[in-house]
Nanobody, 124 residues
């Protein structure tokens, strides 16, 4: 069983940056492709970014390119999401997801394991 725990969210002003973390339990971290998704109130969950198990391949939502960076630290079993130049429309619960089966990065239904999420609120 894999457990994912996100942290790093908060209330910030427009233009600020945040770094979200997702700590992953287990000893096979490098086998998991990881993704970040977000869900605003009343909206569908949407893809933000993903990274391969090796960390070599990264994928980003077109709407987020240039403002987000995904990375992973195998020594800490942690995936990070750096968010820059935040806007009020970025307000959402951000969740990380994991799967061993090389999921299509943007396909939320392809990820087996999910964290509870961390709230990001951006004020204008």
């Amino acid at each position: 069983q894999v457990q994912l725990v996100e942290s790093g969210g908060g209330l910030v002003q427009a233009g600020a940056s945040l770094r979200l973390s997702c700590a992953v339990s287990g000893r096979t971290f490098s086998r998991y492709s990881m993704g970040w998704f977000r869900q605003a109130s009343g909206m569908e969950r949407e893809f933000v970014a993903a990274i391969s198990g090796s960390g070599i391949m990264t994928y980003y939502a077109e709407s987020m390119k240039g403002r987000v960076t995904i990375s992973r630290d195998s020594a800490k079993n942690t995936v990070y999401l750096q968010l820059n130049s935040l806007k009020p429309v970025d307000t959402a619960v951000y969740c990380c997801a994991a799967d061993q089966s090389y999921p299509a990065p943007q396909d939320k239904s392809a990820y087996r394991y999910w964290g509870q999420g961390t709230q990001v609120t951006v004020s204008s």
